[in-house]
């Protein structure tokens, strides 16, 4: 049983997304606005949390602070939903770019909301599965140049400095780091990063590549090279 923590001022859609979610068999706990999420989620809390469904719009703390703190701290790689009113691609592409692992706008059906966080667990779990059971043909830790990612401790150095990278910013540059210098096509980073999830989209593709390039940069490295009209690839040095 994975459990949820459900985040929305709104008490009618609150109550809509929970039971979607324990239809699911999820345990779900829920928080009223951005304050009582990051009490929740932030330590001296002791519980620990497999994903969250964040509101966007909610007064005094938005979801948009809420994942932003969330990312800086030592649970950083607990996955975040993001729910908003607000359709615009910009909207969308500020909520990945802040760390969200996907976005959900209303209204949504039930259906949805319950294969995409689906989708995202799955994504967890196949990261999970890499640091316990590492592909045979690559070494472990992953080395390519300046750049080192550790399975077994979800961490990754760039000239010996630490990186935060989400779950989903992490198994893209794992696929990336099994095969430097080799080409990836998004629909290959699809397949093998994203367990063939099928709600992923080109352009969420190019958002987290662009998330782990800015965060390797600011280290004074960038290992990612793209590949126009085709796809992304590692630099072997």
Same mark, same amino acid.
């Given at each position: 049983?994975?459990?949820?923590?459900?985040?929305?001022?709104?008490?009618?859609?609150?109550?809509?997304?929970v039971?979607?979610? *324990?239809?699911? %068999?999820?345990?779900?706990?829920?928080?009223?606005? %951005?304050?009582?999420?990051?009490?929740?989620l932030?330590?001296?809390?002791?519980?620990?949390?497999?994903?969250?469904?964040?509101?966007?719009? +909610?007064?005094? @703390?938005? %979801?948009?602070?809420?994942?932003?703190r969330?990312?800086?701290?030592?649970?950083?790689?607990?996955?975040? @939903?993001?729910?908003?009113?607000?359709?615009?691609?910009?909207?969308?592409?500020?909520g990945?770019?802040l760390?969200?692992?996907d976005?959900v706008?209303?209204?949504?059906?039930?259906?949805?909301?319950?294969?995409?966080?689906?989708?995202?667990?799955?994504?967890?779990?196949?990261?999970?599965?890499?640091?316990? *059971?590492?592909?045979?043909?690559?070494?472990?830790?992953?080395?390519?140049?300046?750049?080192?990612?550790?399975?077994?401790?979800?961490?990754?150095?760039?000239?010996?400095?630490?990186?935060?990278?989400? @779950?989903?910013?992490?198994?893209?540059?794992?696929?990336?780091?099994?095969?430097? %210098?080799?080409?990836?096509s998004?629909? *290959?980073? +699809?397949?093998r990063?994203?367990?063939?999830?099928?709600?992923?989209?080109?352009?969420?593709?190019d958002t987290?590549?662009?998330? @782990?390039?800015?965060?390797?940069?600011?280290?004074?490295?960038?290992?990612?090279?793209?590949?126009?009209?085709?796809?992304?690839?590692?630099?072997?040095?």
């Amino acid at each position: 049983m994975k459990q949820i923590l459900v985040v929305d001022d709104d008490p009618h859609l609150r109550d809509v997304v929970v039971y979607t979610l *324990q239809r699911e %068999g999820h345990g779900v706990t829920t928080a009223h606005d %951005g304050r009582e999420a990051l009490a929740a989620l932030l330590p001296p809390s002791p519980k620990t949390f497999d994903l969250v469904v964040l509101d966007i719009l +909610m007064p005094e @703390v938005d %979801g948009l602070e809420v994942c932003r703190r969330l990312r800086a701290s030592e649970r950083r790689h607990v996955p975040v @939903v993001f729910l908003s009113s607000r359709d615009e691609e910009i909207d969308k592409v500020l909520g990945l770019e802040l760390g969200g692992d996907d976005y959900v706008t209303k209204p949504f059906s039930p259906r949805e909301l319950a294969a995409r966080v689906k989708a995202v667990l799955r994504r967890a779990d196949a990261v999970a599965s890499m640091a316990s *059971q590492p592909p045979p043909e690559a070494p472990r830790p992953l080395r390519v140049g300046p750049v080192v990612l550790d399975l077994s401790r979800h961490e990754v150095r760039c000239h010996d400095a630490a990186l935060k990278l989400t @779950v989903t910013e992490f198994g893209l540059l794992a696929s990336l780091m099994e095969r430097p %210098g080799v080409v990836l096509s998004r629909a *290959q980073l +699809m397949e093998r990063a994203y367990a063939y999830d099928n709600l992923i989209t080109e352009r969420t593709i190019d958002t987290h590549v662009k998330r @782990v390039r800015r965060k390797f940069r600011d280290a004074g490295h960038d290992p990612i090279e793209t590949v126009h009209g085709v796809g992304y690839k590692l630099r072997e040095a």
